[in-house]
């Protein structure tokens, strides 16, 4: 078993910056494409960004591209996501996950996630 746990949310004004990571452990996460999902209030969960298992290829929503930037770090089993420019429309709760590639992220596959980690707040202020 994989258990994922994301870390970094918090409260920042529009135009500012965070960044959150997700550490996996239980096993080796190294197989896995890692990527997150995020749902606002009264929403569907939205795919926002994936990276596949090697880090040479990432895939971005486009409501967030140029703004937020993947990376991994297979040693640490950790997953990060840098956020910048943030806009009140990105408050939602953002969820680390893993599938065993990246066409479930791009596809919005949601049933075929492996893991998800429980979540973090990101509460963009205007």
């Known amino acids: 078993q994989v258990q994922l746990v994301e870390s970094g949310g918090g409260l920042v004004q529009a135009g500012g910056s965070l960044r959150l990571s997700c550490a996996a452990s239980?096993?080796?996460?190294?197989?896995?494409?890692m990527g997150w999902f995020r749902q606002a209030p009264g929403k569907e969960r939205e795919f926002v960004v994936a990276?596949?298992?090697?880090?040479?290829?990432?895939n971005y929503a486009d409501s967030v591209k140029g703004r937020f930037t993947i990376s991994r770090d297979s040693a640490k089993n950790t997953v990060s996501m840098q956020m910048n420019s943030l806009k009140p429309e990105d408050t939602a709760v953002y969820s680390c996950?893993?599938?065993?590639?990246?066409?479930?992220?791009?596809?919005?596959?949601?049933?075929?996630?492996?893991?998800w980690g429980q979540g973090t707040q990101v509460t963009v202020s205007s």
């Open positions: 239980g096993r080796t996460v190294g197989n896995y494409a």
């Open positions: 996950a893993a599938a065993l590639n990246l066409g479930v992220f791009i596809r919005g596959s949601i049933h075929a996630i492996n893991y």
């Open positions: 990276i596949d298992w090697n880090g040479l290829t990432t």
